[in-house]
């Protein structure tokens, strides 16, 4: 399984949202799931970096920065392999994520695998 999929799995199942897995190879650069509380819902698009380095696409640049102009629900999420840690970056940060990768600052939340940062980003995921 790829990076990319464990990472999606961990956040997924520590989530109390329903998720939709976006897969599609016509994606034209729609997030990787759609999740939905009673009251709330989001977009999260995953990526893993090795090095800090973040491989981000032109139409995923595109869709999550229009789409946070309007409706500012959707994230990027994403995971250091090598610091063991993730960050939560807002939808309209993705051109600076492919520039400056894993080191970009501001971002809404710095987190790690346990279960204390996974109820803190469900939180601020419920509360949006």
């Not at 250091?80 to 994520?97: I, T």
């Not at 346990?114 to 419920?126: A, G, I, Q, T």
Request: with cysteine; charged share 30%; glycine share 4%.
């Amino acid at each position: 399984m790829k990076p990319e999929n464990k990472f999606k799995s961990k956040i997924i199942k520590n989530l109390s949202a329903n998720t939709f897995a976006i897969e599609t190879y016509l994606k034209f650069g729609l997030p990787d799931i759609y999740g939905f509380y009673k009251n709330s819902s989001f977009w999260l698009e995953f990526k893993c970096s090795k090095m800090k380095k973040i491989n981000i696409s032109p139409l995923q640049i595109s869709w999550n920065y229009k789409h946070f102009e309007y409706n500012p629900i959707n994230f990027y999420i994403v995971e250091s392999l090598e610091a063991r840690r993730f960050k939560l970056f807002r939808g309209n940060q993705g051109k600076d994520l492919l520039k400056i990768g894993f080191d970009l600052e501001p971002c809404l939340m710095h987190l790690e695998p346990r279960s204390e940062d996974y109820k803190k980003l469900d939180n601020f995921l419920k509360s949006l």
